[in-house]
Antibody, heavy 121, light 108 residues
Framework: QVQLVESGGGVVQPGGSLRLSCAAS????????MHWVRQAPGKGLEWVAFIRYDGSNKYYADSVKGRFTISRDNSKNTLYLQMNSLRAEDTAVYYC??????????????WGQGTMVTVSS | SSELTQDPAVSVALGQTVRITCQGD??????ASWYQQKPGQAPVLVIYGKNNRPSGIPDRFSGSSSGNTASLTITGAQAEDEADYYCNSRDSSGNQGVFGGGTKLTVL
């Protein structure tokens, strides 16, 4: 079945780094744009980053620009989020989500279960 | 980036109709999509584009848009519709995504 499974979350100190992965199955991963979305404890959803189907363009929220990098390996059906210079305010559940489009930010029709990232000393 | 504004909370009597709204300048250029999130679960897409429902979403959910406001309407709300609802769209540049702050729907 169509599925996204995130991994790589954990506890990291401020200033540290973490890489999240999102394994896709059940659909043609290389045809669709992919997003990362996060949700701080008790808060709303925040869009983080988007990558086009072929990795040709990447877009970031202002809050993570210059610190986070989204990438994908279509041969492995996997999406990544490299997070550097982590701050306490990055503490959240991180979801990967599939776009209905390959090219543009339209809507997220498939979501993973999320992985928790905690930034704390 | 631009913002999307939602009412924090809305209530509706069982079986009645409720409209949840989302306001933002970027909605004059881009469609909103709507997500339902229940406690401890990942969000679920309920409406996208002009008024499209993914497979499995009941037809009591519908969407509309006028000017800078997008709306999600639930006609005949059910107890299982009690959840948080978020709108999403692009910002005015078209390059960044943005979510509304969310609306907590209570079904009385």
């Amino acid at each position: 079945q169509v599925q996204l499974v995130e991994s790589g979350g954990g506890v990291v100190q401020p200033g540290g780094s973490l890489r999240l992965s999102c394994a896709a199955s059940g659909f043609t991963f290389s045809s669709y744009g992919m997003h990362w979305v996060r949700q701080a404890p008790g808060k709303g959803l925040e869009w983080v980053a988007f990558i086009r189907y072929d990795g040709s363009n990447k877009y970031y929220a202002d809050s993570v620009k210059g610190r986070f990098t989204i990438s994908r390996d279509n041969s492995k059906n996997t999406l990544y989020l490299q997070m550097n210079s982590l701050r306490a305010e990055d503490t959240a559940v991180y979801y990967c989500a599939k776009d209905i489009s390959g090219w543009s930010h339209d809507a997220f029709d498939i979501w993973g279960q999320g992985t928790m990232v905690t930034v704390s000393s | 980036s631009s913002e999307l504004t939602q009412d924090p909370a809305v209530s509706v009597a069982l079986g009645q109709t409720v409209r949840i709204t989302c306001q933002g300048d970027s909605l004059r250029s881009y469609y909103a999509s709507w997500y339902q999130q229940k406690p401890g679960q990942a969000p679920v897409l309920v409406i996208y584009g002009k008024n499209n429902r993914p497979s499995g979403i009941p037809d009591r959910f519908s969407g509309s848009s006028s000017g800078n406001t997008a709306s999600l309407t639930i006609t005949g709300a059910q107890a299982e519709d009690e959840a948080d609802y978020y709108c999403n769209s692009r910002d005015s540049s078209g390059n960044q995504g943005v979510f509304g702050g969310g609306t907590k729907l209570t079904v009385l």
